[in-house]
Structure formats: C-alpha cells, structure tokens
C-alpha cells in the first residue's frame, strides 16, 4: 500500500509501506481497527510537518494528515463492525496512509444524513466547539476571531448558533474574509488595509471585544493583536498551536488587561466530534463554501501545495484516496 512521507521541507511523496496488522485485543483497553481512509482534507496544524522549518526530515511516514473519514476493514473490539463508515483521527496525526490501525476510540460513526465531504468537516469542527464549551455563555456577547481560514470560519458559523451579538472577523486576505461573509460574520475587518485595533473598537463602541479567539498559530503568532483587541477583563481563547516559545508577548499588556486566557487541545472524542456531527447532519451549519478544492491521493504534493500557499482562496483542501473509488 502507499503511504505519506515528506522527504524534505516543501516536499511530500507517496512511498511503498507494509499493510498495517491488527494486533491482539489488550485486556481492559479499548479495541482497534484497521482503518481504510476515503476522503481527507488538510489541516493548518499539518502545515509546521510540510513546510518546517523545524524538525528532521524525512519525518515519520505517515506524516500528517488526521481529518479523515473511511470504512473499518477489520476490528477486534465491539463498537464497529468490518464495513462500518466512520471518522478516525490517527494519534500525533500520523495518518498519511491507505490503512491504518488506530483505537476504536478514537472514532465516531458517519451520520448518514450528510454528505461525506461535509461529514468530514465534524472533526475540526468538534475541534472548535470543545474550545467553545470552555467559555461562558456567549449570548449577546461581542467577539473578535482572529485568522480566518478553515479554523476562524468554523468559528464564526459556531458563534452564529451560539448567539454572539457581533462576530467580526479579522484578517489581511480579502477573499478569506468574503468566505466568512458567508459564515456569518457580522464585520469584516481586512487588517492589511485597514488598523484591526481601531476598527474593533468602533464595531464595540470603544470598548474593544468581550472575547477574542487567536485561530492563525504557527509561525503567524498573533497573540498580541489579539490582546489590543480585547475589553478590559474580557478573554483571550488561543486555539492557533504556539511554537515551543512565543517571544515578544506582552504579557504586562495583558496583565494590566486584567484578561483571562484560555488554551484549547484535545477534544473529546464521546462528546465533541458525535456534536460536531450532528450540527452537520442537522442543517444546524454549512460548510459547503469552505470545501474549495479537491485533489486524487496521487496529486498529494500539489494539494499540501495548495493549502499550504493558499493558492486560488483555498480553504479546505480535500484528497480521496483511491480505496473510495471513482
């Protein structure tokens, strides 16, 4: 079988890799399955693996890719059968492959009421609502997400359901934030054009955001931005993954800011991505305009490409893998 492997930064090649087997069930530990992924999409967090610069290369095989929906092909625990539909996510993100084992556990069902290419998006969705939950009530609030790519859009469609009384969406691309138009966002705010900080604090009325969320991360820290854009007492919600170390915080600022900040990572896999999920399913949100291009398994190089230079809008960028057919 075919599997990921980046070779250098920039680079990824599909190489020859044993069939997974499927160990002997451990006693009191959830089963595993052979997972056969369909349909996958790229995610930010797999972009520091692609590009570096940090790190070894070759990485590990199988690196990265963990946004996936497929069929269990064998099992040796009880909550799926051989042919089930599922979403996985492999551990450390370690997923770039035709099969795989990964623990019944960490794998939801397919509701069969949404498309597969929307279905797929209940895992950084589940993502993003685990963030949410870590939050007070949001109704009537008025909250600024920072980077609006995949992540910042999910956002903004969970706020709208949520009750925020102003979304504002924040980011230089101006064709990011036609997206987020869409997601429902109340202001654009496009800061390559126009200062964030001043154009906050007249959608607020001086006051600046009750809530914050930081969705860009990487080597795009923008945690300062958002510690100007919040009120006095408000929060700071850090979902973009930091490097080891964020030099040139101001850390005072947001002292004197009296600011409560709150980290977000690992969701939990019996109530975020079945929620997740279910909004999809439901109509509750739509992700259609979020799914902006789509490549076959063997075009691996030009899809991280793609999302990784933001090429033509792109959003989500899909692979199907060939186990799914024409």
């Known amino acids: 079988?075919?599997?990921?492997?980046?070779?250098?930064?920039?680079?990824?090649?599909?190489?020859?890799?044993?069939?997974?087997?499927?160990?002997?069930?451990?006693?009191d530990k959830p089963g595993d399955l052979v997972f056969e992924p369909h349909l996958a999409c790229l995610c930010g967090s797999d972009v520091p693996y692609f590009r570096g610069p940090h790190g070894q290369y070759p990485r590990q095989v199988g690196h990265s890719l963990h946004e996936m929906i497929g069929r269990v092909?064998?099992?040796?625990?009880?909550?799926?059968?051989?042919?089930?539909?599922?979403?996985?996510?492999?551990?450390?993100?370690?997923?770039?492959?035709?099969?795989?084992?990964?623990?019944?556990?960490?794998?939801?069902?397919?509701?069969?009421?949404?498309?597969?290419?929307?279905?797929?998006?209940?895992?950084?969705?589940?993502?993003?609502?685990?963030?949410?939950?870590?939050?007070?009530?949001?109704?009537?609030?008025?909250?600024?997400?920072?980077?609006?790519?995949?992540?910042?859009?999910?956002?903004?469609?969970?706020?709208?359901?949520?009750?925020?009384?102003?979304?504002?969406?924040?980011?230089?691309?101006?064709?990011?934030?036609?997206?987020?138009?869409?997601?429902?966002?109340?202001?654009?705010?496009?800061?390559?054009?126009?200062?964030?900080?001043?154009?906050?604090?007249?959608?607020?009325?001086?006051?600046?955001?009750?809530?914050?969320?930081?969705?860009?991360?990487?080597?795009?820290?923008?945690?300062?931005?958002?510690?100007?854009l919040a009120a006095q007492n408000g929060r700071l919600l850090y979902f973009g993954v930091p490097t080891d170390e964020l030099d040139g915080v101001q850390w005072m600022r947001l002292f004197r800011k009296n600011l409560t900040v709150h980290t977000s990572v690992n969701p939990d896999f019996r109530v975020d991505f079945p929620l997740a999920m279910q909004w999809i399913a439901e109509g509750r949100v739509s992700v259609e305009h979020l799914l902006t291009h789509r490549f076959p398994f063997a075009e691996i190089q030009t899809a991280y490409e793609t999302f990784a230079d933001r090429r033509d809008g792109a959003q989500k960028v899909l692979l199907d893998f060939p186990a799914a057919g024409p």
């Open 1 to 27: 079988m075919l599997a990921g492997l980046i070779t250098e930064p920039g680079r990824i090649q599909l190489v020859e890799h044993p069939e997974p087997e499927l160990p002997p069930r451990q006693p």
């Open 73 to 228: 092909v064998a099992t040796n625990g009880d909550r799926f059968q051989p042919g089930e539909r599922v979403l996985a996510v492999p551990v450390e993100q370690v997923g770039c492959f035709e099969r795989y084992v990964v623990s019944e556990d960490r794998a939801i069902p397919l509701d069969g009421r949404a498309a597969d290419e929307h279905a797929l998006i209940a895992q950084p969705l589940g993502t993003v609502l685990f963030a949410l939950r870590k939050l007070p009530n949001l109704l009537g609030k008025a909250v600024a997400v920072v980077g609006q790519g995949p992540i910042g859009q999910l956002f903004v469609l969970a706020l709208r359901n949520l009750g925020a009384a102003e979304i504002i969406a924040v980011d230089p691309l101006p064709e990011r934030l036609e997206a987020s138009a869409i997601s429902g966002a109340t202001r654009l705010v496009c800061s390559s054009r126009v200062d964030p900080v001043e154009a906050v604090l007249e959608a607020t009325g001086g006051t600046g955001a009750e809530v914050v969320v930081e969705a860009v991360g990487h080597e795009d820290q923008a945690i300062n931005l958002c510690i100007e």
